[in-house]
């Protein structure tokens, strides 16, 4: 079978692990990396030893190319949408790093893009790829802790970089990380988002930030669950992606759970995998993530076309939180996509 020659736009310290993954994937050969600078560009190819193009701002030109068929977007958030945009028309698939967009319009010309060109699209959710996550949704799935009704997912990062407290270039906070909690809350609640309120406060503590940095969502679910997503990207604490369920039969509460389906269980029990306890994008499992992505262009479109239905379905719950903020707390109903 031949291999998915992959373009990977941008190298900064995100690029650097797709780099690794592609070059690992027996189904991909990446063909080239494209950045805007070769600072970056000679920094990677020492670090993953590339011997692919590294070339400074030619992208558009390697669209055109036949021997393209994937592109990996990992330049700032600001950028994704046009560059996702571009590939799709060019008839490329491709993986765009979260956030998809920065704005509700972006997200419905990028939707349409993939629709119209018939391209397999994905957005770059990594936490759910973490061995906990995926251990806490088989335990959900076999039904361990009954029925799920509540659930409650917290970003809390400081997040620096000038560019990152830009609304015009970052989006918002949950844009900027909140989204990994909603995406990792509405996985494992296994329903779409259908209803949101929230509220925001202004910087406490960091006065760069020209928008929000903290915000607490109320969720509703189509199949009557209920959860919260709260984020916060200037806290002055080391970092937290705290995650909590309820269910009739038991609970979970980050790497534990409890059940009554075991008798006389006093206590929680431990779930002894890695989970999505640091920043560092060394330890996200993007290899797990985009041999999904390329798994589902080979032999599942079907699956790739969910995954990236509900991704869609996560960056509108993110845009409708931030409507509701804005109006003082009112409800949004989705879809508003």
Known sequence: MKKLGVLVRGAGWVAGEHIKAYMANPNTELKVVDSRLQSELDEKKSACGLDCELTVDLYEEHLTRDDIDLVSICTISCEHTREAIQAANAG????????????????????????????AAAAGFVVRFYPLIRNIRKIVDEGTIGDVFYGGCDYWHEIKGEWKTSPEKAGSSLLMGGCHSMDTLQWLMDSEITEVTAYSCNPARRKDF??????????????????????????????????????????IRNDKFFTTQIPHLQGWISIPCVGPDSPDVTHHPFDDEIDYFIDSVITDRIEADRAWRQALRVHEACFAADQSAGSGGTPIKLPIL
């Open 92 to 119: 490329k698939h491709v993986f765009i790093e979260k956030p998809v967009s920065v704005t509700l319009d972006e997200l419905r010309n990028l939707r349409d893009a993939v629709e119209a060109n018939g391209v």
């Open 210 to 251: 020209e928008y929000d940095p903290n915000i607490v969502v109320n969720l509703k679910f189509a199949n009557g669950r209920i959860g919260r997503v709260a984020c916060s990207i200037e806290c002055n604490m080391p970092y937290v992606f705290h995650l909590e369920l309820k269910g009739t039969d038991g609970a």
